[in-house]
Structure formats: C-alpha cells, structure tokens
C-alpha cells in the first residue's frame, strides 16, 4: 500500500516536472493581477522582485563621468532564429560574437525589445529599446541596451520586423545571415550602473551598458512590433544610492 502511494506520488512529480518543462515560464503579465507591482508576490523565486536593492530598469539621471572604457564589440554575422515567448519577441543568437566590457569579455545570447524603453533618461521614455544580453564564461549577465528614437526606417531591423512571428509560442529562422553590429548606434559612450533582469525572477548582479546615442526605428515599424506587445516596460526601480556613470 505504502510503495504504491510512492509510486504515484513519484509519477505525480515526474508528471508535474513535465509539464513544468512544456511551460517553463509561470504566468506573469506587465499590468492587472500578474502585473510589475505583484511579481514579487507571484512565486517563491520571484521575491527578488520586491525585496532588491538594486534593480532594473533606472532613471538615468545625475551621472557620474567615469574613467574612459570603451566597448570593443565583436558581432558576427550569423544565423539567428526569432521568438515570440509570450513577453517579448525575442532574437536567438548561438555564434552572435563577442564583446569586450571593462567588466571582462562576453558571448552574446539573444537580445529582445521593450516598448516603450524601460530606462528613462531624465525621467523621459525613448519609444523602444532593444536589451542585447551577453554572458561570460563564469555565468555572469551583461546587457547592453540600444534605445531607439522615431525616425527614418532601420535596414537592421528590416530583416525581423517584416516577418514577426505573432503568436506566443511562434518561431523561425531569420532569413540569410544577421549582424548584431548593424544595429548598434555610431557612437558608443554608455551609462553604466549595476541592476537586474527587468523580468522574473528579477536576479541581480546584472552589468548594464546604456548606449548614449539612439538608433531610429519607423513608425510603421514601431506599430509592427505594438500589434504584438503595446506595452510590456517594468516601470523605473529606486537607485537606492547607486551611481549611474556615463562612460565610453
Ligand atoms: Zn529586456
């Protein structure tokens, strides 16, 4: 009777272990009942959420002029592949390259888009922002955010924007090679502070990088991208006396 019970409780977890890996992300939304102000309520691992000290997204405001550090990129035209995972689309990129940050040397992962820009400069929101995250060999995050202005078309964004995939769920490969570099302003002084993920579980020691100069986007491809997500920016966090350097 009782190795019976064991079983069952045994296939009950495997089963829920299954399911868990069919949907790995729990349920978390930017506004109403699983919106920003309730994550951190929503799962034992999203405490972070509202207990932090040092989150993400900031104003960047009153910055402190750093010592010159210039980030070296090294982005290599590659194959990608395009996701929309239920919060964002999102941009897969395994042999993406590499950059040079004073924080050590980084592989890109992916990069995705928030709209509008979840960091605000002078308290003011930018329409979009792409958030291109790279790792390092011991683990650690650094995301480098490139903020986009309305303007003239982006070439750079032409090759997923004209393609994205609609449903919660959908992917594919992005046609023909795609170059992270393309996509980067000409300029590269930054904003650097030390933050989080700006989604759950909101993890900190996250290495942030704000490029100065924005890059444009269309209105068309502004709108293409909020026929999918109108909103999905975690308001600003407290700096809870962090220094925002501006750098590069
Ligand atoms: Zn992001």
């Not at 999203?46 to 989150?55: P, V, W």
């Not at 890109?108 to 709209?115: D, E, G, K, L, Y």
Request: hydrophobic residues 40%; glycine residues 8%.
């Amino acid at each position: 009777m009782k190795t019976k019970f064991l079983l069952a409780a045994a296939a009950l977890a495997a089963m829920a272990s299954s399911q868990a890996a069919d949907h790995p992300a729990p349920h978390w939304d930017y506004r109403g009942k699983a919106g920003t102000s309730h994550w951190g309520d929503l799962e034992p691992d999203f405490a972070t959420c509202k207990l932090g000290k040092a989150q993400s997204p900031v104003d960047l405001h009153a910055v402190k002029h750093g010592a010159a550090a210039p980030i070296d990129f090294h982005y290599a035209a590659s194959h990608a592949e395009i996701v929309n995972n239920g919060h964002t689309v999102q941009v897969n990129l395994p042999e993406g390259g590499t950059v040079h940050l004073p924080s050590g040397d980084y592989h890109v992962v992916q990069f995705h888009f928030h709209t509008p820009s979840e960091e605000t400069v002078n308290g003011k929101h930018y329409p979009l922002v792409a958030h291109l995250v790279h790792r390092n060999d011991a683990g650690e995050l650094a995301v480098v955010a490139v903020l986009f202005k309305q303007g003239k078309e982006n070439p750079a964004l032409q090759p997923l924007f004209a393609d994205l995939p609609p449903h919660a769920g959908d992917k594919h490969a992005v046609a023909g090679a795609f170059d992270l570099g393309a996509l980067l302003p000409a300029r590269h002084a930054y904003y650097a502070y030390m933050g989080s993920l700006t989604t759950p579980p909101c993890s900190e020691g996250v290495h942030w990088q704000i490029l100065q100069q924005p890059v444009e986007i269309s209105k068309g491809q502004l709108a293409a991208f909020r026929k999918l997500y109108p909103m999905n920016a975690r308001p600003v966090q407290p700096l809870n006396g962090r220094v925002v350097e501006i750098t590069g």
